[in-house]
């Protein structure tokens, strides 16, 4: 079996603010690529609050009493990395992803749009593409 979830263009489309976000970060991400991480960690260090704050007062109360621990300043410098400074963010369709299955003859795939997240996963995860499929060995 190989289980591939990776992240959509529909992602990017969802709302007005996501649309507005990815936008920077197609700006941000090849310029922040290239700086040493000292630099990096400083041109991101202004906006580590606003992932604080987002993460803290809108997004916990929506995850639930599960969440355990605060998100604090170095959870929020991980994410602005992972975000920002990778040299590639590359986000495909169900298409694209079921050829990749298709091509190392895989079977039986398995669509997974409808699969229920797991306890706080964002509401984002439907938007992602999820696929499963088996290989079958000859005997």
Known sequence: MLYVWVYSHDQEHATPLRRVLMGIESGV???LSRL??????L??????PCYVLYQNVYRRPQLGAHV???????????AARDRLT?????RHTYEEVIEWFQAGT???LELLRA???????????????????FRR???
Do not use: C, K
């Open 115 to 133: 699969e229920q997240p797991p306890e706080g996963v964002p509401d984002t995860f439907p938007l992602n593409v999820g696929v499963r499929g």
């Open 43 to 48: 041109v991101l260090a202004p906006i580590l």
């Open 86 to 90: 990778p040299p590639f963010a590359h």
């Open 36 to 41: 040493p991480g000292f630099w990096q960690t």
């Open 29 to 31: 991400r090849p310029v």
């Open 137 to 139: 060995h000859s005997e």
């Open 106 to 108: 895989y079977q039986d």
């Open 68 to 78: 355990a621990t605060r998100y604090g300043w170095n959870e929020a410098l991980h």
